[in-house]
């Protein structure tokens, strides 16, 4: 970035503003001008944060923007600088301690970022350098290199085709990393290269990167011998697009015109920001009302101490009279010093060891994701992954989960289920009766033999339209024979329908196709009998029952786009027919047929749409030899067309596509991932809005939407698609405001109140809505022609999706997605937002939201690399959210909580006992308690806790679905359990302080009539508090493993002994030994030991009575209540809300896990 700053600075592009000039191969056009070639950017791709120069101060920076660690700074500077009553170390050690193990976690995980990096930028790719072929690694490639690309490699930059290995000059593309679709896409040399590139003189000129991946303009200027230079115009279709994949194509040359961080791929990335969690917003809530508290407390004190000292004699008592220097010291600088030095002496009622156990318990945590084995995959052989463990416990907190559809709802992976000829079903069996076509429902209609003979004409037409009517190409058989089946191609299987083998030719062939699902069809037809076996200059031939190969010419292709929703060839046969085969959705063919024929064909269209296939329709048309020459003079003159072309080729589709018969339909799954309908049901169980947002066409995707059970039966869909938009036949902007009001009556004014959370309405009362819009309006929403209309669209549609139980966006572009996860986002009451994918295609959003999740899916690893977790399957989102999300919200939260109320029992009393000591700053605790007490003596039990806690088990959770929106919305760190929290540390902190002080009101509790002074005071209250928030937490504990009986009964033991070791020996490094023999001494009095016991047992005695008086919950009951709530859709009694907002000792104590 800084680089290509300077550049434009210094005058190194000059033509940067517009456009940009790239010699092909690094060769001037002129022989006599010297060559300076422009510079550019470098290949190189870095998603990483930091580096090793600016890593200690960066993340410094970062680290001390956190309010606590700032905060200690200053009282760590004003102990060195101020005479205080404790030592710099009390604070310097534990922030110390903090910033390391906080930069050495951030190091690690950057580090790994590297690492991701590297394996990009270092992979090895072939330059062609005058006339030699050249292993490079990928970061070397400048714009202007001439790079060699071979089968099944990704390429490493955005390159313009210059020559391919195939004879018709294309090549396949797949760019299913890019925009979510695995179909092979045909890209085209430029025309007229030289076939010798070595001899190549040609100039590039074209447009600065930009991040749309479908556009691209530019030119190429050729010169050849003293010639006028040839002028080539470029597009979208002679770009090869980084991070797509070369397919059935052996190998290809092409220049590079866009590198590194200027490519398509990495324009569509959004800037990697610092994600912090909503439990973080929380803690420096709670840290600015402690502060508060801090603050008055100092001042309350100081402004007590000169008013005490205000009386006669108070001030300079005869033994302990000022020096002339305290004399002379100015008042209102005594009163700050003074302020400040209970500043320091109350400062650890602010925790700044809570971010290293909250940085720690994140870190540890995000192993049991990578460990858990209902995580590993066996297919790809891997687990989970966590990127980023700073955002464990928003996995139980969110609201919205956006999707990508192709290869993480689905598996991209098209079947062939049935057909419909002429109004008979047709089910493929594999025990197949022969060629003839089996499985006529009976249900369907008779079949008598006047209809038998007519049928198998209609069979056979319906079948060569199949045959015919798509793009599909037949991928060639390699010289190794290896296996193609990876997926994107589809292997035939090499059994004809009767399970004979056919010939070996077809027997190595695979299908390629522009979609999924044109292979199904062409496989569809193979069962019965109709092998496709592929087009030689503009030649189809296919392999009919009989064995006998038929050929037909293929004279146009009338391709497919979404406003006409169907595809159309026109062929001509042997005997000189000409035939128009259509297919298309049947709203699209229906008008378009004899009315006479759709009625057969109609019920069963709906029937396979309900049940959630894809259907087609087939018609023909036979064309008269006038029709044909009108339609092919037409074509050709509207392809030629530079202007309006697309609308004039429309108008002559239309116009040939008329006064078809209908022949039947067919029914396709596009099979789920495994378990994709449960996960999609138990997320909206748990009150989470589920959106689809994908680059893919609307038809896909709204069966998927339906096969997912996202839309049911009885969902009405509004939709808000180009194609609503132009039925009014108004202006488009008009037609939109319109449909948005209509849609915001129907679903927001007009639907019943619905309470907070629930999602589906599971009543037949209530209407369920489902939302589609597509890229194109939803540009319209966003960047309406006036800013009033925009924002009141976003608003009308933001509000109009909250209604509805799911939102499908189709036709997005990759920085669309990310703006829809913006806008929700960025709407009332900031939900936390989630996006999963797994291609480059949405990297974009899995950065944008709060928290990104990666599928480690066949496209590629951007979506891994960038986001936040990746799991190998999309099932696996349900225990990561459910069961994960919720333990890690749940385990944070209570550690949070418990921090502040730690520290104020800490602290309270030594507030209190300012009150007794003359405001004379006089600390209650040793140096060495002050140090170790968050350090040592209380961070390892909730260090457990908060790893290992499980108040409910996993299997419950996952049953229950409900049970997460229990903790929706921040509920455990909300103002009412703070408060909660809060007024336990104060009960506490009084009882400690003044029940010790009860005890010292006869203070000889020696039996040789010693009096206790007021170290021995002070350490009374610190063993009482010591044991009471250790044994505090022990109650709280739900699942006990050795690991939690170590740390809690081990650091009781701990503080005994070190309490002993302490005070046991003269340390030569201490100016004066405040403990010596205090902590034995203290032990030895009965008065002590008893005062001590029943302090703690009256703290606990709250919690002690919940377990006794609350009617017991046997395991029985325990075991019914998941049936309960699973079967009746209710919430189950056992977990009712106060026990998890209070954490207190609650029914879930019965629960061994």
């Known amino acids: 970035m800084l680089r290509r700053r300077l550049n434009r600075l210094l005058g190194g592009d000059e033509r940067r503003v517009d456009s940009r000039t790239i010699y092909v191969g690094h060769r001037s056009s002129s022989t006599t001008e010297a060559f300076i070639p422009p510079k550019f950017c470098d290949n190189r791709i870095v998603s990483s944060k930091y580096t090793v120069w600016n890593f200690l101060p960066k993340n410094l920076f970062e680290q001390f923007r956190r309010i606590a660690n700032f905060y200690f700074l200053i009282i760590f500077l004003v102990q060195v600088i101020v005479d205080t009553p404790t030592s710099p170390v009390t604070s310097g050690l534990p922030l110390f301690f903090v910033i390391t193990v906080t930069a050495i976690k951030q190091?690690?995980?950057?580090?790994?970022?590297?690492?991701?990096?590297?394996?990009?930028?270092?992979?090895?790719?072939?330059?062609?350098?005058?006339?030699?072929?050249?292993?490079?690694?990928?970061?070397?490639?400048?714009?202007?290199?001439?790079v060699e690309v071979e089968e099944d490699e990704t390429f490493p930059c955005d390159l313009i085709l210059l020559q391919s290995s195939r004879d018709d000059d294309t090549c396949f593309v797949t760019t299913a990393s890019l925009d979510g679709e695995s179909n092979h896409k045909t890209h085209y040399t430029v025309p007229d290269t030289e076939k010798d590139l070595e001899s190549l003189n040609a100039t590039i000129e074209c447009e600065q990167p930009q991040p749309d991946l479908y556009k691209f303009v530019g030119r190429m200027?050729?010169?050849?011998?003293?010639?006028?230079?040839?002028?080539?115009?470029?597009?979208?279709?002679?770009?090869?697009?980084?991070?797509?994949?070369?397919?059935?194509?052996?190998?290809?040359c092409g220049v590079a015109v866009y590198t590194g961080m200027e490519t398509k791929m990495a324009l569509n990335y959004q800037g990697k920001s610092q994600k912090r969690s909503a439990v973080e917003k929380s803690i420096n809530a709670f840290l600015l009302v402690y502060l508060c508290i801090l603050v008055s407390k100092a001042l309350v004190c100081t402004t007590l101490k000169y008013v005490w000292q205000s009386k006669p004699g108070q001030d300079e008592p005869w033994y302990n009279e000022k020096t002339q220097r305290e004399k002379d010291t100015n008042l209102y600088l005594k009163m700050f010093t003074d302020f400040l030095s209970f500043m320091v002496?109350?400062?650890?009622?602010?925790?700044?060891?809570?971010?290293?156990?909250?940085?720690?318990?994140?870190?540890?945590?995000?192993?049991?994701?990578?460990?858990?084995?209902?995580?590993?995959?066996?297919?790809?052989?891997?687990?989970?992954?966590?990127?980023?463990?700073?955002?464990?416990?928003?996995?139980?907190?969110?609201?919205?989960?956006?999707?990508?559809?192709t290869g993480t709802l689905t598996q991209n992976n098209m079947e062939f289920i049935e057909c419909c000829i002429d109004g008979f079903q047709y089910k493929y069996r594999d025990a197949g009766s022969g060629s003839e076509l089996d499985g006529f429902c009976v249900t369907d209609g008779p079949v008598n033999k006047v209809q038998e003979k007519a049928g198998r004409e209609k069979e056979e037409l319906f079948l060569r339209a199949l045959c015919l009517c798509h793009t599909v190409q037949v991928k060639e058989s390699t010289e190794q024979g290896q296996n193609l089946g990876d997926g994107l191609?589809?292997?035939?299987?090499?059994?004809?329908?009767?399970?004979?083998?056919?010939?070996?030719?077809?027997?190595?062939?695979?299908?390629?196709?522009?979609?999924?699902?044109?292979?199904?069809?062409?496989?569809?037809?193979m069962r019965y009998g109709f092998t496709f076996l592929g087009l030689e200059s503009k030649t189809m031939k296919i392999l009919n029952r009989n064995n006998a190969i038929e050929m037909y010419e293929l004279l146009h292709v009338l391709n497919f786009d979404p406003v006409r929703r169907r595809m159309s060839v026109i062929v001509r046969s042997k005997s000189g027919d000409t035939l128009l085969f259509c297919k298309g959705a049947d709203s699209s063919i229906f008008p378009r047929v004899r009315q006479e024929e759709v009625e057969r064909i109609r019920m069963h269209v709906e029937r396979n749409a309900t049940e959630g296939y894809r259907t087609l329709c087939v018609a023909y048309k036979c064309l008269s030899a006038e029709e044909y020459a009108q339609a092919d003079a037409g074509l050709r003159e509207a392809r030629l067309a530079l202007q309006d072309r697309e609308e004039k080729l429309m108008a002559v589709y239309n116009q040939v596509e008329t006064g078809m018969s209908l022949i039947g339909a067919t029914a396709v799954e596009d099979r789920l991932q495994e378990e994709a309908a449960e996960t999609m049901e138990a997320l909206q169980g748990a009150g989470i809005s589920v959106w689809v947002l994908t680059g893919d066409k609307m038809e896909t995707a709204k069966s998927t939407c339906y096969a997912c059970r996202l839309f049911q039966r009885n969902t009405e869909l509004l939709e808000l698609t180009v194609r609503t938009l132009e039925d009014g036949g108004r202006r488009r902007e008009e037609r939109l405001h319109e449909l948005l009001l209509e849609y915001h009556k129907k679903a927001v004014q007009d639907a019943p109140p619905v309470k907070a959370g629930v999602t589906r309405s599971w009543s037949s009362a209530n209407q369920d809505y489902g939302f589609i819009i597509d890229g194109a309006t939803l540009s319209m929403v966003l960047n309406s022609s006036s800013?009033?209309?925009?924002?009141?669209?976003?608003?009308?549609?933001?509000?109009?999706?909250?209604?509805?139980?799911?939102?499908?966006?189709?036709?997005?572009?990759?920085?669309?997605?990310?703006?829809?996860?913006?806008?929700?986002?960025?709407?009332?009451?900031?939900?936390?937002?989630?996006?999963?994918?797994?291609?480059?295609?949405?990297?974009?959003?899995?950065?944008?939201?709060?928290?990104?999740?990666?599928?480690?899916?066949?496209?590629?690893?951007?979506?891994?690399?960038?986001?936040?977790?990746?799991?190998?399957?999309?099932?696996?989102?349900?225990?990561?959210?459910?069961?994960?999300?919720?333990?890690?919200?749940?385990?944070?939260?209570?550690?949070?909580?418990?921090?502040?109320?730690?520290?104020?029992?800490?602290?309270?009393?030594?507030?209190?006992?300012?009150?007794?000591?003359?405001?004379?700053?006089?600390?209650l605790y040793d140096a060495a308690y002050l140090t170790m007490y968050n350090i040592c003596f209380t961070s390892m039990p909730i260090l457990a806790y908060s790893l290992l806690e499980q108040h409910l088990c996993i299997e419950v959770l996952l049953d229950n679905a409900t049970l997460y929106r229990e903790i929706a919305k921040n509920a455990m760190l909300r103002w009412g359990p703070f408060l909660y929290w809060t007024l336990l540390g104060v009960f506490h902190g009084l009882l400690f302080f003044f029940g010790v002080r009860y005890l010292f009101s006869n203070p000889a509790l020696q039996d040789n009539g010693q009096v206790f002074g007021n170290w021995s005071y002070g350490t009374i209250v610190f063993t009482v508090l010591v044991f009471t928030v250790t044994l505090k937490l022990a109650l709280d504990t739900r699942h006990w493993t050795w690991i939690n009986h170590f740390v809690i009964w081990g650091s009781l033991a701990f503080y005994v002994f070190f309490s002993f070791f302490w005070g046991g020996i003269i340390w030569p490094f201490l100016k004066q030994q405040r403990l010596y023999f205090v902590f034995a001494n203290m032990l030895s009095s009965v008065s002590a030991w008893l005062v001590i016991i029943l302090l703690i047992l009256l703290s606990l005695l709250p919690e002690i009575l919940l377990v006794v008086f609350r009617k017991p919950r046997g395991p029985h009951a325990r075991q019914k209540n998941p049936v309960q709530s699973s079967a009746g859709g209710q919430q189950s009694p056992r977990s009712s809300a106060r026990p998890l907002l209070m954490r207190t000792f609650s029914d879930e104590s019965n629960t061994v896990i």
């Open 345 to 405: 002496l109350f400062n650890f009622i602010i925790p700044v060891s809570m971010y290293v156990t909250v940085e720690m318990q994140k870190f540890l945590g995000s192993f049991f994701i990578t460990w858990d084995k209902d995580f590993f995959d066996p297919e790809i052989k891997e687990g989970a992954l966590v990127n980023t463990s700073d955002l464990n416990e928003e996995l139980g907190q969110v609201e919205y989960v956006f999707t990508d559809k």
């Open 489 to 525: 191609i589809d292997q035939v299987d090499g059994l004809g329908v009767d399970g004979e083998v056919l010939h070996p030719p077809q027997e190595q062939r695979g299908f390629i196709a522009s979609s999924p699902d044109e292979v199904a069809l062409v496989k569809g037809a």
């Open 787 to 923: 800013e009033s209309n925009s924002s009141r669209y976003k608003n009308l549609f933001l509000q109009i999706c909250q209604n509805c139980t799911a939102v499908l966006c189709c036709r997005m572009a990759p920085l669309q997605k990310a703006q829809i996860v913006k806008m929700v986002k960025n709407s009332k009451g900031s939900p936390i937002t989630l996006s999963i994918g797994d291609g480059a295609n949405d990297v974009s959003m899995i950065l944008e939201a709060h928290v990104g999740i990666g599928i480690k899916g066949k496209e590629g690893r951007q979506a891994v690399r960038n986001s936040d977790y990746a799991i190998p399957k999309l099932k696996h989102l349900k225990k990561l959210l459910l069961a994960h999300g919720h333990l890690y919200y749940v385990r944070i939260a209570h550690l949070v909580q418990y921090f502040f109320y730690k520290n104020l029992c800490f602290i309270l009393p030594q507030f209190l006992y300012q009150f007794f000591c003359g405001y004379s700053q006089q600390p």
């Open 221 to 252: 200027h050729i010169y050849k011998n003293d010639q006028e230079p040839a002028v080539r115009s470029l597009g979208p279709e002679n770009l090869l697009l980084k991070g797509a994949t070369l397919k059935n194509t052996q190998r290809i």
């Open 107 to 146: 190091g690690y995980e950057d580090w790994l970022r590297h690492k991701a990096d590297n394996e990009v930028n270092k992979y090895p790719v072939t330059v062609l350098e005058q006339g030699l072929r050249i292993r490079k690694e990928s970061e070397k490639i400048k714009v202007g290199d001439v």
